[in-house]
């Protein structure tokens, strides 16, 4: 008959959610609020999302899987977008020395080797399979705290075998665990101790972001442009060499000084520009100008108890698009979004609304995914969240917990933690 409309045939729905929130692009209040929402799902995408009678109205749930949301708040999954998570060992010895001194000496005459070129060697002498075991781990739990997206960056290789080693083992993350691994070729985070900085930059170009390119291990190309690391210059030309190939640019700045790196960011159009703690605000007006949305890590912030944490108001102020992300590494061993949230929160003054669009739609835009997740809408990946919660605050509230109660990957439940008791 004219005007009836043929149902589509559901696979999972989530009824009477009391609070739902789907983070849309348009969403006034940030979040995109609905109260005592519907949410249907066939095969990994969401096919309705909306009040019971707009959801009911276009779904046929007969023979569906149905998840009672009474009492809950459901939201996108988490994106992680800026993470270091495949490492040899541990920095735990100079972590907790470093709560005392952060001099060097004192701590080399502890026995107690620092820093990243520390964490390269542990690296370097680590197994394939002894780091993918080591990452398998915390991305499982990653994902039981919400986050059904995560960006791994190598780095802790400096090496051609040992970046690809990192590489290939993204690859292996991404296949076999129910995640998406987005790969990032940071072979540019510092250079070895027995070679220059210019022969190591001659290697980047010529042999490791060819073969990464060619071996489609990596979507984007990290380096980290800051003072006693690489200039903007140096910073320029690998990035601009790894465009040529393909890989997307992205890039570490303004963390510890402002020598030019966000200028290039905005210069560029990058992907995403990450840290920020000492970017002028002419160029965060730069940066939103150009699209570029910032990635900031308040756990960082915290783990070293940094001189100048990051400003976030001022960037919302130029409507810069926010993204928040873990930092997981060595010497920010975090791997709970939620965690980050309320350290931007009570560290950074970031509202709740603000802190959950950051840490879904925010970091799905910061790795160039905002077409197909990070938040609930119709045709995108049906990546959720069920929160033990019927107020979206809580999850900044409940300090150091979780409050994930569910989380559904692609249209599949991926952990219960009702049935994990």
């Given at each position: 008959?004219?005007?009836?409309?043929?149902?589509?045939?559901?696979?999972?729905?989530?009824?009477?959610?009391?609070?739902?929130?789907?983070?849309?692009?348009?969403?006034?209040?940030?979040?995109?609020?609905?109260?005592?929402?519907?949410?249907?799902?066939?095969?990994?995408?969401?096919?309705?999302?909306?009040?019971?009678?707009?959801?009911?109205?276009?779904?046929?749930?007969?023979?569906?899987?149905?998840?009672?949301?009474?009492?809950?708040?459901?939201?996108?999954?988490?994106?992680?977008?800026?993470?270091?998570?495949?490492?040899?060992?541990?920095?735990?010895?100079?972590?907790?020395?470093?709560?005392?001194?952060?001099?060097?000496?004192?701590?080399?005459?502890?026995?107690?080797?620092?820093?990243?070129?520390?964490?390269?060697?542990?690296?370097?002498?680590?197994?394939?399979?002894?780091?993918?075991?080591?990452?398998?781990?915390?991305?499982?739990?990653?994902?039981?705290?919400?986050?059904?997206?995560?960006?791994?960056?190598?780095?802790?290789?400096?090496?051609?075998?040992?970046?690809?080693?990192?590489?290939?083992?993204?690859?292996?993350?991404?296949?076999?665990?129910?995640?998406?691994?987005?790969?990032?070729?940071?072979?540019?985070?510092?250079?070895?101790?027995?070679?220059?900085?210019?022969?190591?930059?001659?290697?980047?170009?010529?042999?490791?972001?060819?073969?990464?390119?060619?071996?489609?291990?990596?979507?984007?190309?990290?380096?980290?442009?800051?003072?006693?690391?690489?200039?903007?210059?140096?910073?320029?030309?690998?990035?601009k060499a790894a465009k040529s190939f393909?890989?997307?640019?992205?890039?570490?700045?303004?963390?510890?000084?402002?020598?030019?790196?966000?200028?290039?960011?905005?210069?560029?159009?990058?992907?995403?520009?990450?840290?920020?703690?000492?970017?002028?605000?002419n160029v965060i007006r730069k940066l939103?100008?150009?699209?570029?949305?910032?990635?900031?890590?308040?756990?960082?912030?915290?783990?070293?108890?940094?001189?100048?944490?990051?400003?976030?108001?001022?960037?919302?102020?130029?409507?810069?698009?926010?993204?928040?992300?873990?930092?997981?590494?060595?010497?920010?061993?975090?791997?709970?979004?939620?965690?980050?949230?309320?350290?931007?929160?009570?560290?950074?003054?970031?509202?709740?609304?603000?802190?959950?669009?950051?840490?879904?739609?925010?970091?799905?835009?910061?790795?160039?995914?905002?077409?197909?997740?990070?938040?609930?809408?119709?045709?995108?990946?049906?990546?959720?969240?069920?929160?033990?919660?019927?107020?979206?605050?809580?999850?900044?509230?409940?300090?150091?917990?979780?409050?994930?109660?569910?989380?559904?990957?692609?249209?599949?439940?991926?952990?219960?933690?009702?049935?994990?008791?």
């Open positions: 008959m004219k005007g009836i409309t043929k149902k589509i045939r559901a696979d999972l729905l989530i009824e009477n959610c009391t609070q739902l929130l789907t983070c849309r692009k348009d969403a006034g209040d940030l979040i995109g609020l609905i109260e005592n929402g519907y949410l249907a799902i066939a095969g990994e995408k969401i096919i309705s999302v909306g009040t019971k009678e707009e959801v009911m109205a276009l779904v046929d749930i007969n023979g569906a899987e149905i998840i009672d949301g009474r009492g809950k708040s459901v939201a996108p999954g988490f994106v992680d977008a800026h993470t270091h998570l495949i490492f040899g060992g541990s920095r735990v010895k100079e972590y907790a020395a470093r709560m005392i001194t952060d001099d060097i000496e004192t701590l080399e005459r502890m026995g107690i080797k620092t820093g990243i070129m520390a964490t390269v060697e542990m690296t370097r002498n680590s197994s394939e399979e002894a780091l993918f075991f080591a990452a398998s781990n915390r991305i499982k739990r990653m994902l039981h705290s919400g986050t059904t997206t995560v960006e791994s960056k190598s780095g802790y290789g400096l090496s051609t075998p040992s970046e690809i080693k990192i590489l290939e083992i993204n690859k292996r993350l991404d296949k076999d665990l129910p995640m998406d691994v987005v790969s990032t070729f940071l072979g540019a985070h510092g250079w070895p101790k027995d070679i220059s900085k210019e022969r190591y930059m001659d290697m980047l170009v010529m042999d490791m972001i060819p073969y990464v390119a060619e071996e489609g291990l990596a979507r984007f190309c990290d380096i980290w442009c800051d003072e006693g690391h690489f200039t903007a210059a140096e910073s320029e030309k690998i990035l393909g890989l997307q640019p992205k890039i570490h700045t303004d963390a510890y000084s402002y020598i030019g790196g966000s200028d290039l960011a905005a210069e560029m159009k990058m992907v995403s520009a990450d840290h920020l703690n000492y970017t002028p605000k939103a100008e150009q699209g570029v949305p910032g990635v900031l890590l308040p756990a960082i912030d915290f783990a070293v108890k940094h001189p100048k944490p990051f400003e976030v108001r001022p960037m919302l102020d130029e409507n810069l698009t926010i993204a928040l992300a873990t930092n997981c590494c060595p010497g920010c061993y975090v791997e709970s979004m939620q965690f980050v949230m309320a350290l931007a929160c009570r560290e950074h003054r970031m509202k709740a609304q603000e802190a959950i669009r950051a840490a879904t739609l925010g970091g799905a835009t910061a790795l160039g995914l905002e077409g197909d997740r990070g938040s609930l809408e119709v045709n995108k990946l049906a990546d959720i969240q069920i929160w033990d919660a019927s107020q979206f605050e809580e999850v900044i509230y409940h300090i150091g917990g979780n409050i994930v109660e569910k989380v559904i990957k692609r249209g599949k439940v991926a952990f219960d933690n009702k049935m994990d008791f």
